[in-house]
């Protein structure tokens, strides 16, 4: 089996993947557009409620905002699980009959103008519970968008303002996941303050939901999301094009791969890397069809595969997530042998202490270095039916930098992306892999 095109027509005779041992990294501070952060990725999927809920209790995330029935949203329901910066917003459509009729009081409220009731319902039927939207902050979203289309992607909606408020627009990314900008007219209000209009987006209320889980378990931020594709030369040159976004890292499978499958991949990054774009894709002629490969057929294309979520403490945020996993929360691969862990002290004994060792064993936790700093990392199952979607959480120790205005921040990509730990996730989703229909997964590479 061949790779497949993408519909991406953008040239990729400039791609040249040297792997992770020969690339040079360099940042020419190429962005078109000042790119600030993730803003919010949004979900679509048939019943907002519960997948809103089911990500709360998983992820200590409490629903901080809603746009429904409630609120004078006839179109969509939309519901907005927040910890720190991480905001994840899950979408799904009312009847069309009762948004076509203004429901049964006044005209419907939308708060999503870029809501489509057909899109998200052959969404949801072709991809499952998927990401439709990754959604950034930029300086300017009319300009984002009209820049990209220059630049030669595609046009989904266009620039939009909300109550003269906040301009979203949208452009394709890859598949069915579109990019989304979004800008304020002043500045974003404290993430604190009690009306999600004024750091979220217009038209959503707050909710007065009170819970008896802990609603922070220190989940931060999204430090980057993973898309899978068929092929990465004209993808990674597509974005890169539009965006102006560089090279942050690579890997191919000799630096990734294991004797069964592998991938090949690349991070993009904007200028102050704070917003990181992994794409991956398959590698064939291994004994198994490489994961990737599995991702795409029964995402029906390309999507994306995972989330990085940056935990401020990941010992703490294992140790709540682990005790919810039976009970409505997430399940966690299975943990790499004990050797991985005696090694360990080699790797990295002269920054873990021997008691992190042993908790990094316990909560099966894997850890990876660069000349910077360190990573912490562990991946879950896949979040639903299909083995599509799943999460990372991580957390990076070290690189902490000055900025213009005199604070510290960590530099972006610190402790690098798990290199020595991705054939040890593969090796993980092999076994689990085995556990599925092996008419469907376990097929030969060259089938």
């Not at 027509?9 to 040079?24: A, P, Q």
């Amino acid at each position: 089996m061949g790779k497949q095109n993408d519909g991406i027509t953008t040239s990729s005779d400039d791609f040249k993947l040297v792997g992770d041992s020969n690339f040079v990294r360099s940042n020419p501070r190429s962005d078109r557009f000042p790119v600030r952060r993730f803003h919010h990725v949004e979900f679509w999927c048939t019943d907002a409620t519960n997948a809103s809920r089911r990500f709360s209790w998983g992820l200590g995330m409490p629903v901080v905002a809603k746009s429904d029935l409630s609120t004078g949203n006839a179109t969509h329901a939309s519901y907005l699980c927040r910890s720190g910066d991480l905001c994840f917003l899950f979408t799904a459509p009312y009847s069309p009959s009762i948004s076509a009729s203004g429901g049964l009081g006044p005209p419907s409220m939308t708060s999503l103008p870029t809501f489509s009731y057909s899109a998200c319902v052959a969404f949801a039927a072709k991809h499952g519970l998927a990401i439709r939207a990754i959604a950034v902050e930029v300086e300017d979203a009319d300009a984002a968008f009209h820049i990209s289309i220059t630049q030669g992607t595609k046009p989904v909606s266009p620039p939009v303002i909300l109550d003269g408020a906040v301009t979203i627009a949208e452009v394709h990314l890859y598949g069915d996941v579109v990019l989304r900008y979004v800008s304020y007219k002043t500045p974003a209000s404290n993430c604190n303050n009690s009306s999600p209009d004024s750091w979220f987006l217009p038209r959503f209320e707050p909710t007065d939901e009170v819970s008896s889980f802990p609603l922070d378990i220190g989940i931060r931020r999204l430090d980057h999301a993973v898309v899978c594709v068929h092929e990465l030369g004209p993808a990674v040159s597509y974005v890169k094009r539009f965006t102006g976004f560089h090279e942050f890292a690579e890997f191919t499978k000799d630096d990734v791969g294991t004797d069964e499958s592998g991938l090949n991949s690349v991070v993009l990054a904007n200028n102050d890397k704070k917003v990181l774009l992994t794409i991956c894709e398959p590698v064939f002629g291994t004994k198994r069809r490489s994961q990737i490969q599995t991702y795409l057929e029964h995402n029906e294309g390309p999507g994306v595969q995972h989330l990085a979520l940056m935990s401020e403490d990941i010992f703490r945020t294992l140790r709540e997530m682990r005790k919810r996993s039976g009970v409505g929360g997430f399940e966690f691969m299975p943990p790499p042998p004990p050797t991985y862990y005696r090694n360990l002290k080699g790797r990295a004994g002269d920054v873990l202490t021997d008691e992190q060792i042993k908790e990094c064993e316990e909560l099966g936790i894997l850890v990876d270095r660069d000349h910077e700093g360190i990573l912490f990392q562990i991946f879950t199952k896949p979040v639903g039916d299909r083995p599509t979607l799943f999460l990372e959480i991580i957390q990076r120790v070290g690189c902490m930098l000055k900025d213009d205005h005199g604070e510290l921040n960590q530099e972006g990509g610190c402790g690098g992306f798990g290199k020595g730990n991705i054939a040890e996730l593969f090796k993980s989703l092999e076994e689990y892999e085995k556990t599925l229909d092996a008419r469907h997964v376990a097929r030969p590479a060259s089938a």
